[in-house]
């Protein structure tokens, strides 16, 4: 097998093209598992819909709607099409689903952390088919 070095066109041994697919076999591998803690927090922050009210789940987001369930009266909640009014009941639903939604990505991430893939799409969706279940 020949490489390019330098420029020049290299020999390799059949022991050095082993190791050389070794190497840039744990350099894929490092570089999609580095990938899954990314789309995890793509999808974490991504938003989630809830009666069909879309619901941010970025953190400032996350912290307002905690703060407003803590408060415990209805609220007006800016969504991407817009403000909605949300009943005190409505309001902690809505903070049991974006937390719910955050720590499934998080166990998606650790039940997929330990185990090995080809490629980032072969990743992604893994982890959106275990984010449907």
């Given at each position: 097998m020949k490489n390019l070095i330098g420029g020049k066109l290299v020999d390799f041994t059949p022991e050095e093209v082993v190791v050389a697919q070794s190497e840039q076999a744990e350099?894929?591998?490092?570089s999609v598992a580095a990938?899954?803690?990314?789309?995890r927090?793509?999808?974490e922050t991504g938003g989630i819909e809830i009666n069909g009210i879309k619901i941010q789940t970025d953190p400032a987001s996350r912290?307002?709607?905690l703060g407003a369930r803590q408060l415990g009266i209805s609220i007006k909640w800016k969504t991407p099409e817009g403000f909605v009014t949300l009943s005190p009941e409505q309001v902690s639903a809505?903070?049991?689903a974006v937390g719910t939604h955050i720590q499934k990505c998080f166990a998606v991430e650790a039940a997929l952390s330990s185990q090995t893939f080809d490629t980032i799409e072969d990743l992604e969706t893994?982890?959106?088919?275990?984010?449907?279940?």
């Open positions: 350099r894929n591998a490092k990938h899954l803690s990314a789309y927090y793509k999808v912290a307002n709607i809505v903070a049991v893994a982890f959106n088919k275990a984010m449907e279940n």
